[in-house]
């Protein structure tokens, strides 16, 4: 997924260190999790947190979502996610593009 005209750019499924991302925008250092039904036991919210704790170390602000929210509230979503972006550096090419 990719979101050029705003300046960023997101990937699916990336390595960072021994996790994936669901969703990560390295130039502005963003991970973006959506968690299914399986992140509600406490093994998975421990291992959810050493890993958020790992990201974090690594200079990543992780945002998650559970499933629903992501479905039924797209926009919400997208708002969070632009409210984080604010002042965030973007994608090479797309500072060129809007710097001439």
Known sequence: MSSE????????????GPYYADIACHHARLVIEVDGD??????????DARRDAFLRG??????RFP????????????AVVSSVLEGR?????AQRGRNG
Do not use: C, W
């Open 5 to 16: 005209p705003s300046g960023y750019h997101f990937r699916k499924q990336v390595p960072i």
């Open 38 to 47: 399986t992140h509600g036991t406490d093994a998975a919210e421990r291992h």
């Open 58 to 63: 690594q200079g990543y602000t992780v945002l």
């Open 67 to 78: 499933n629903a929210e992501v479905l039924h509230n797209p926009e919400g979503v997208f």
């Open 89 to 93: 550096p973007m994608n090479r090419r």
